[in-house]
């Protein structure tokens, strides 16, 4: 990030140049010109900084260390005609360039000066990266789950491939056995623990009788909080995951495998437009805003908003913000999903709840980063302790921030009970293995139409 940052301010100060240059007639061009432009500088941190999170987003160490340059040329070079068209549209429009010169000329300079430089920088950074890993200084932490004649070949292999930067630690098996003088760090059900205790960056799961089932655990109940992991299995080991990407590891047995996700850059301008779509609401919706506060105050007696604790990204606590729809104290017997005709809610909350008006407060949620507009529903860690028992793949849902509306609240609705939040959690797994802009948009304009029929409850 901070190469791609400066090489992007290196860009705009050689272009800033090229264009006084250009509108200032040579015998009156002064080097003092430049420097003395406040333009120049806004530039340097605003244009490259607007540019990176765009279109370059974050990467994990691993990850780039072990991308070819090849791939790193061609992505750089469609980046770049993407950034020459940001700064033509953001930077050039009212520039006395124009006056006299095409927009073709400048695209054309601005794409290769970024070209050049980001491609120097980004290989010159890998080459040096690779060296660093090859020659041992860096490493990431790796993990053997089995210590069977199947793991200690896998350890061999990935010896043998040292500019990937394996360092392994050790091996999850049967203890007092020992291969190549590593130890057996634990046994089967603490792999968990292990990777937490040791700083784990790699493990690698390989086929054995004694940790079959040790890979759907380990998947269903920590991947999901842990994204720096990055998990490898053996070649014939079993997994039940669905729009997995799987990536094989050079002269060896084994393959990366990550759980489909959005890109980057999706993952940007997905929370660019929670902010401001959220904001932009707020705004318009204010007046309702005060309407309801009113009849909320009016209808019984207690707190305009209500907040409740759910578990949200990553399994962290937020405090979930509502207009109150029921009667003070009603969970006075412990925890109660509401239902059609419950009798706890108030009238005017009954009427809120029939066209999810009590919501809306939700939206700063949004604003702070505990939800998204769109993404599963956030449950209360007593409910969520109960689903997982039926099923552990509710932890998944964990893996990104919740929502507002979700898949699962316009194709199945609101969940009276545990049977109903089990078929719902189907719809927001299918989500999941999904996820997209696209489908993202689909579910808005679902949610708007069950909006307007008043389906809530």
Known sequence: MLIDFLSASLV????????????????????????????????????????IILYFGTEQYQKIARQSRIIIAIRTFFQSILGGFVLLLTVLVDDDLLKYKSYITPFFILISIHFLITILSRTGFLTILKGQIKAGR????????????????VYTDLKKIPSWGYNV???????????????????????????????????????????????????????????RIQINVSAHEPYNLSKVKIRPIPNTEVL????????????????????????????????????????????????????????????????????????EDSEKSGPALSFDG???????????????????????NVIKGDMSLIGPRPERQYYIDQLIKEEPRYNYLLSVRPGITSLGQVKYGYASNLQQMQKRLKFDLLYLENRSLRLDIKILFYTFLVLLQGQGK
């Open 138 to 153: 860096i490493g990431f932490n790796t993990l053997i789950v089995g210590s069977g004649p199947v793991a200690q070949n």
């Open 342 to 364: 419950d009798e706890r809610c108030t009238k005017f909350g009954a009427f809120m709840r029939k066209w999810r008006l009590d919501e809306m407060p939700q939206f700063i």
């Open 169 to 227: 630690l050790g091996f999850v098996g049967a203890k007092g056995s020992k291969f190549n003088n590593l130890p057996i760090l634990g046994d089967f059900p603490s792999v968990s623990s292990i990777v937490n205790d040791y700083s784990i960056s790699e493990v690698v799961f390989v086929k054995e009788r004694e940790n079959s089932q040790c890979v759907q655990s380990f998947l269903n109940t920590q991947y999901p909080f842990h994204k």
């Open 256 to 327: 990366a495998i990550d759980l489909h996700d959005m890109s980057n850059w999706e993952k940007i301008v997905k929370r660019l437009f929670d902010i401001l779509v959220s904001l932009l609401l707020l705004l318009l919706l204010l007046p309702l805003f005060f309407w309801i506060t009113i009849k909320v105050k009016l209808s019984s007696s207690g707190p305009v908003f209500f907040t409740q604790d759910r578990l949200g990204f990553r399994g962290q606590k937020f405090r979930i913000l509502k207009f109150r729809s029921m009667f």
């Open 12 to 51: 705009w100060l050689l272009f800033f140049i090229y264009r006084k240059i250009n509108e200032i007639p040579e015998a009156y061009f002064e080097w003092r010109d430049v420097w003395n432009d406040q333009m120049l500088y806004w530039g340097i941190l605003l244009i490259p900084l607007g540019w």
